[in-house]
Nanobody, 128 residues
Framework: QVQLAESGGGSVQAGGSLRLSCAASGYTSSRYCVGWFRQAPGPKREGVAS???????NYADSVKGRFTISQDNAKYTAYLQMNDLKIEDTAMYYC??????????????????????RGQGTQVTISS
């Protein structure tokens, strides 16, 4: 199982930027989906962004044009650049990684996270 460690969360004002990092270890395959889901206070969770083994990216409508997911394969690290942050982006952000060939649907991030293929999370708090 891949071990994941997120960093980069914090508190910023609305309109600001943050970059989350997800460092991975324990990869046994070159075909992985990596992504982020978030959970604000309450039960609702939202798949935010993913990048498939073919390089295809997917974004939730709520973050399109503001968030960018990328990865550095040499460093086994994924990044989530978050710009123009809004108060509603406040949440705990979890990195997810699991073996999958091709594109990575956002809905898979949450179910894979439930299976334990996620990090401990990093808190993002946006204030007005």
């Amino acid at each position: 199982q891949v071990q994941l460690a997120e960093s980069g969360g914090g508190s910023v004002q609305a309109g600001g930027s943050l970059r989350l990092s997800c460092a991975a270890s324990g990869y046994t395959s070159s075909r992985y989906c990596v992504g982020w889901f978030r959970q604000a206070p309450g039960p609702k969770r939202e798949g935010v962004a993913s990048i498939g083994s073919d390089g295809t990216t997917n974004y939730a409508d709520s973050v399109k044009g503001r968030f960018t997911i990328s990865q550095d394969n040499a460093k086994y690290t994924a990044y989530l650049q978050m710009n123009d942050l809004k108060i509603e982006d406040t949440a705990m952000y979890y990195c997810v990684a699991f073996g999958l060939s091709g594109s990575c649907p956002l809905w898979l991030l949450i179910s894979q996270g439930d299976l334990g293929n996620r990090g401990q999370g990093t808190q993002v708090t946006i204030s007005s």
